[in-house]
């Protein structure tokens, strides 16, 4: 693989994600977006002009089939992130997907064949794994000063229509569990460096017009005996957000996105942690530095493929 003096990227879907990506891709000296694509063309262009981007279109195929596009980085709606992120592999380009990676197994399982024959790097947007909160904790588990007992995690959201995070009508259904709860999933087998072993879900009333549960309850057992309690809603009216909070034998922690406090709300100090305080971020420069270093990166899909089994297991409960 020829070495590459900076990563020329595609972003495809200017929402509110792709902004942070684009806001966080900024900050990386090696990357340098080039083409950006969006269902708006004239919303693409706007976007384009404002960040310096030389290329904008409303096909992805387009971004694709250009010279100075070596990755393309997707934040678009969930039930199309395999098959373009299929797509990207076979035009021999590195992709990240937003998270989550597929809406079902089979989908997740078909990226990661295909990753692995082409040899590209692949990754998924399991942005816990990279705010510094978290990392911070992991950190200390590594060198032994903290053992994983529970996990407790609240993800809330007042969503009783079908809007996006910037209030806007979507043209697709989010999910509690494909999207949302893959975020913990993925974070508490990955904290415990240990498999999930056990995995129990419930669900509340069904949406009469959305068509998804609302609410949903969701327990977790490691292999070395943690334990992970979620809650899940789209009907909180409060505080919004996912607030993780750590139990252990040594102390208890409470992350909130890229902010840590102990157990009695002191502010922990993460700022030394990584050479930024933005998650998003330090997922690029982790998704930038696998291409140009010719390895696989933190959050591989082949690396969280085991959360999507676990979300396959999950589903199969709910629908029984």
Not at 129 to 145: C, D, K, L, M, Y
Not at 217 to 229: D, E, F, P, R, V
Not at 282 to 293: N, S, T, W
Request: charged share 20%.
């Amino acid at each position: 693989m020829k070495s590459l003096p900076k990563v020329r990227i595609a972003l495809v879907g200017a929402g509110a994600f792709g902004l942070k990506h684009l806001d966080g891709l900024r900050q990386i000296d090696r990357a340098e977006v080039t083409s950006l694509v969006s269902h708006d063309l004239d919303e693409a262009r706007a976007i384009a002009q404002r960040y310096g981007i030389r290329h904008a279109s409303d096909d992805l195929n387009d971004a694709l089939g250009r010279d100075d596009v070596d990755a393309v980085i997707l934040c678009t709606p969930t039930p199309i992130h395999a098959n373009q992120a299929l797509a990207c592999l076979r035009a021999g380009k590195h992709v990240q997907v937003e998270i989550p990676l597929a809406d079902s197994l089979r989908d997740a399982r078909e990226v990661a064949s295909l990753q692995r024959d082409s040899g590209l790097v692949a990754m998924c947007g399991h942005t816990r794994r990279f705010n510094p909160s978290h990392q911070w904790v992991r950190q200390r588990i590594a060198r032994g000063e903290f053992q994983l007992q529970q996990m407790d995690v609240q993800t809330y959201f007042l969503r009783r229509s079908n809007i996006n995070a910037l209030g806007q009508p979507r043209s697709w259904t989010d999910h509690l569990l494909w999207h949302h709860a893959a975020h913990t999933v993925d974070l508490f087998a990955y904290q415990c460096a240990s498999p999930i072993v056990k995995a129990n879900a419930i669900a509340g009333p069904i949406h009469p017009t959305l068509g998804i549960a609302m609410d949903m309850s969701i327990q977790l057992k490691a292999a070395n005996g943690a334990i992970c309690t979620l809650s899940l809603s789209f009907n909180n009216d409060g505080p919004l957000g996912t607030f993780f909070r750590y139990i252990g034998d040594s102390g208890t922690y409470v992350a909130r996105y890229d902010d840590l406090f102990d157990g009695r709300d002191a502010a922990i100090d993460v700022s030394k942690v990584d050479v930024s305080m933005n998650g998003i971020e330090l997922q690029d420069r982790e998704f930038v530095a696998a291409i140009l270093e010719g390895r696989e990166p933190n959050a591989s899909v082949a690396q969280v493929l085991p959360c999507y089994e676990v979300l396959h297991a999950l589903e199969a409960q709910l629908r029984e």
